[in-house]
């Protein structure tokens, strides 16, 4: 992914790379508004998850708040997965056991493979500019800091698609103003819970996509920040670079390294450091617009059973 401190500078260098991909976006909508591009149909119930900017709403904990209100239902979650190691996959695999997770680049192919194996329901994990599967649903996420991505497409700004595809959602939702994180406990990376770290001298590392919404996190639950590691979203943690930065943090007189709960799976069990490391356990609530919400899980319900008793017709 583009650097942030390009786009933050306000890089208009990268203008040109930036129209292409509008054009690019634009004219693939359009092909499939028209259907000149086929579009595949499974018999499980699909709901799409995804964004128009590049990273950082939400997606992940979200699909976890979904598929935990499917409990009931036999639940696959389809994911595209990111670099060398699928962190966002391992992630739900970890917190929804009885999920079963997919993870490749054909998604068509992964929602036939899950449906052939009795899922009833597909979370399609940041799909909403993959259209090649038909979804039933289509759920949008936006960050209520900047909706729109700085108003550019990427590289300049963090748009992927355009803001006029919302018509289109089934349902929208705001990070900050109808959902937002919550952390529910820290934890070591043997699972066992830390009630506070107030006053604590922290060290952070992370590889996620807003990396300082993650440290003010952390400087609301009452710990000093001394020093920061801080990876490109999805990179894979090179452990003799972790031992480094540990050993730095010490000296600055780091109690603790905290990282988020993405990191938190890309760490082998036998990591030993000079100091502990800790992970946020975190959560999505919504706390506006429940109605809506409400609402939109009755919707998927209802769709389950009903492609259900067709199947059983035919």
């Known amino acids: 992914m583009w650097g942030q401190s390009y786009i933050e500078k306000g890089a208009w260098v990268f203008a040109p790379l930036s129209w292409l991909w509008g054009l690019v976006s634009y004219f693939k909508n359009v092909f499939y508004d028209l259907k000149w591009f086929s579009i595949s149909s499974v018999p499980a119930t699909v709901v799409s998850v995804g964004n128009l900017v590049a990273g950082g709403t939400?997606?992940?904990?979200?699909?976890?708040?979904?598929?935990?209100?499917?409990?009931?239902?036999?639940?696959?979650l389809l994911s595209r997965g990111y670099g060398v190691f699928a962190d966002e996959p391992a992630l739900l695999?970890?917190?929804?056991?009885?999920?079963?997770v997919y993870v490749g680049k054909d998604r068509?192919?992964?929602?036939?493979?899950?449906?052939?194996?009795?899922?009833?329901?597909?979370?399609?994990d940041d799909g909403f500019q993959y259209r090649k599967l038909f979804r039933d649903f289509d759920i949008v996420l936006l960050d209520g800091e900047d909706p729109w991505g700085?108003?550019?497409?990427?590289?300049?700004?963090?748009?992927?698609?355009?803001?006029?595809?919302?018509?289109?959602?089934?349902?929208?939702f705001v990070s900050g103003k109808d959902i937002r994180l919550i952390v529910k406990q820290i934890l070591t990376l043997n699972g066992e819970p830390v009630s506070s770290i107030e006053g604590w001298k922290a060290a952070l590392f992370s590889g996620i996509a807003k990396p300082k919404k993650f440290k003010k996190t952390v400087v609301e639950m009452g710990a000093e920040v001394v020093a920061e590691w801080i990876l490109a979203d999805h990179a894979l943690?090179?452990?003799?670079?972790?031992?480094?930065?540990?050993?730095?943090?010490?000296?600055?007189g780091a109690k603790v390294l905290v990282c988020t709960e993405k990191d938190f799976v890309k760490l082998p069990q036998n990591l030993r450091l000079k100091i502990p490391v800790l992970f946020l356990e975190v959560e999505m609530e919504i706390f506006d617009n429940k109605q809506i919400w409400e609402k939109l899980i009755a919707k998927i319900d209802q769709k389950i059973d009903n492609k259900a008793s067709l199947c059983i017709k035919k």
């Open 108 to 124: 068509v192919a992964l929602a036939k493979k899950a449906s052939q194996e009795g899922a009833e329901l597909l979370i399609l």
């Open 93 to 100: 695999a970890r917190k929804l056991p009885e999920v079963k």
């Open 58 to 76: 939400g997606k992940t904990p979200f699909v976890h708040l979904l598929a935990k209100k499917f409990c009931h239902r036999k639940v696959a």
């Open 150 to 172: 700085k108003g550019h497409y990427l590289p300049w700004g963090y748009l992927r698609d355009s803001p006029k595809r919302l018509k289109q959602a089934d349902a929208v």
């Open 237 to 252: 943690i090179d452990l003799r670079q972790l031992e480094i930065f540990a050993e730095e943090a010490v000296q600055r």
